[in-house]
């Protein structure tokens, strides 16, 4: 085939790709009525960081993509190895074979240390500000972590879907930003991470703020720090925050919440921790 011909091609195969995808499989709203199946050539675009230009460009066999943009798109159409090989052939590019990551899982002795915390909400959080782990306590303070499908307990994304983070934190966009900032930085450590680049592609659409700090570029690290939370029921708590990184793996980090010891914050904990006693199961 010509170089024209191959491009032509390319695009077709995008398209077909795409009109496999359902919104809801991509972690996209579903945007009302669609007058056809599968992604909008918009969609794809926003997921893959790209403008909807220069994809409509790639699927009309008008121009030709850089090896990144075809990693990129490889992982936000989900093509397999297959797939992806073929992609990057009709292109011309040579296809490196995406390093898998296993699943991240909590260290065991990370989660002893969380059994152990009566009176410390304490969370385990993995690559891409995943939770992996928490205690009752922590989740008395924040939110029932075990009612959420695995694939959504992420801290960026329940300060962006779940309004109760809004109510939760009286200065919710300061610390919103910051969490967009450490993700930010998650970004730099695999810039090839998939479900890294759909949960940008998710957030983006879903919301303005963070879409518009996304693109500021501001970076953060894990370190500690004071959080004021309004609680339903142990009332307005100012906790003192810290991490503690993980020996064995240092893409695990602990996170966990304390009070000065004669505080009406200390006070506030202590009530949560009954409350959650009572109202949650261990």
Known sequence: MTSSAHRSELGEFLKAR???????????????????????????????????????????????????????????LRLDDDERTYLFELSGKDAERPRRRPAQKVQPHLRRLLDDFAMTPAMVIGRRMDILAWNRLAAALITDFGQLPESQRNYVRLMFTDPAMRTLYPAWAEVAQTGVAQLRMEAARDPKDPRLTALVGELSVLDNDFRRWWGAHHVAVRGMGTKVLRHPVAGELTLDWDTYTCVTDPDQQLVAWTAESGTPSHDGLRILASWAASEQPA
């Open 18 to 76: 795409r009109m496999e995808l359902s919104p809801e499989m991509v972690g996209l709203a579903h945007g009302g009525r669609r007058r056809v199946r599968g992604l909008r050539r918009e969609e794809v675009a926003l997921l893959a960081s790209i403008s909807t230009d220069y994809y409509t460009r790639l699927e009309q066999g008008r121009r030709q993509a850089s090896a990144p943009v075809l990693d990129t798109l490889a992982r936000v």
